[in-house]
Antibody, heavy 119, light 108 residues
Framework: QVQLQESGPGLVKPSETLSLTCTVS??????????WGWIRQPPGKGLEWIGS???????YYNPSLKSRVTISIDTSKKQFSLKLTSVTAADTAVYYC???????????WGQGTLVTVSS | SSELTQDPAVSVALGQTVRITCQGD??????ASWYQQKPGQAPVLVIF???NRPSRIPDRFSGSSSGNTASLTITGAQAEDEADYYC???????????FGGGTKLTVL
């Protein structure tokens, strides 16, 4: 059974960088079948795809966030990471990591972590 | 704004059948996936592709598509099916993954 767990600060100051890591257990991030993605959900609102990374390191980003987002992968540690720069209050959300069959189909999700942007 | 449109809320009597729809031009070219989300929990994939279910999802969940509309059907809705349901797919360019705004399903 694949499990994913997000980790990182729950509070980030405006204009700073949000950094999260997703650790995968019960599976490998180096398998060629899968992508690894980040999706967020502002409190009380819907889901927004942030971006995805293929096991080889090829990245796909939401154009609306592309200038601020970096997703990377460390297959030796079974981890992938999200960095979002120059955050504002609008970036306050629950951030989920997910294993993806394609960038559209997320078959396993982490429990999510709330990141609040506030001074 | 989302390029996939869902009804904000739908209700169904216990044991009856309900269809939740998702509309968007890109659905003429791409399949939708469907996710169930209960309060305080992560989304769960229930349908993907033409009409595929992960093994852990009951067979009362099914998917279909016609023109610019994708549908999730629950045949014999149960109390535990009460949740928010989100569709997702690609946008018309194929480069962006988009989600619908979600449908809150109430089981009466």
């Amino acid at each position: 059974q694949v499990q994913l767990q997000e980790s990182g600060p729950g509070l980030v100051k405006p204009s700073e960088t949000l950094s999260l890591t997703c650790t995968v257990s019960g599976g490998s991030t180096s398998r060629s079948n899968y992508y690894w993605g980040w999706i967020r959900q502002p409190p009380g609102k819907g889901l927004e795809w942030i971006g995805s990374i293929y096991y080889s390191g090829i990245t796909y980003y939401n154009p609306s966030l592309k200038s601020r987002v970096t997703i990377s992968i460390d297959t030796s540690k079974k981890q992938f990471s999200l960095k979002l720069t120059s955050v504002t209050a609008a970036d306050t959300a629950v951030y989920y990591c997910a294993r993806q069959v394609t960038t559209v189909i997320s078959d396993y999700w982490g429990q999510g972590t709330l990141v609040t942007v506030s001074s | 704004s989302s390029e996939l449109t869902q009804d904000p809320a739908v209700s169904v009597a216990l044991g009856q059948t309900v269809r939740i729809t998702c509309q968007g031009d890109s659905l003429r070219d791409y399949y939708a996936s469907w996710y169930q989300q209960k309060p305080g929990q992560a989304p769960v994939l229930v349908i993907f592709g033409k009409n595929n279910r992960p093994s852990r999802i009951p067979d009362r969940f099914s998917g279909s598509s016609s023109g610019n509309t994708a549908s999730l059907t629950i045949t014999g809705a149960q109390a535990e099916d009460e949740a928010d349901y989100y569709c997702n797919s690609r946008d018309s360019s194929g480069n962006l993954v988009v989600f619908g705004g979600g449908t809150k399903l109430t089981v009466l």
